[in-house]
């Protein structure tokens, strides 16, 4: 019980659609190998728009970086954006 009333995991997260971790966590995931924008545009099923503003936040905390290869760059997780990966997914696990 919480609250006077059963609690429920599901409900309590909201309504199906991903938080911004779930989304940071997602481009992270996609990373790791070293991708183009396109190619995480399309795997992470967003809008450019929301890439760009996600991208810039992940960016600026350094938890991905761009390896420039001559005319083309790609994005990679960092250091720092596995060890983020690695306690999102143990936090997640908690509330499983």
Aim: net charge positive; charged share 30%; with cysteine.
């Amino acid at each position: 019980m919480y609250g006077g009333r059963s609690f429920k995991v599901r409900e309590w997260l909201g309504d199906g659609r991903r938080s911004s971790l779930d989304v940071i966590a997602d481009i992270l995931d996609t990373s790791r190998g070293g991708v183009k924008k396109t190619h995480l545009m399309y795997h992470c099923n967003m809008s450019f728009a929301q890439l760009e503003k996600y991208l810039s936040l992940i960016l600026k905390t350094r938890l991905v970086v761009v390896e420039d290869d001559g005319p083309r760059f790609f994005f990679k997780t960092s250091g720092k954006g596995r060890r983020f990966l690695k306690s999102y997914e143990s936090l997640k696990a908690l509330m499983e």
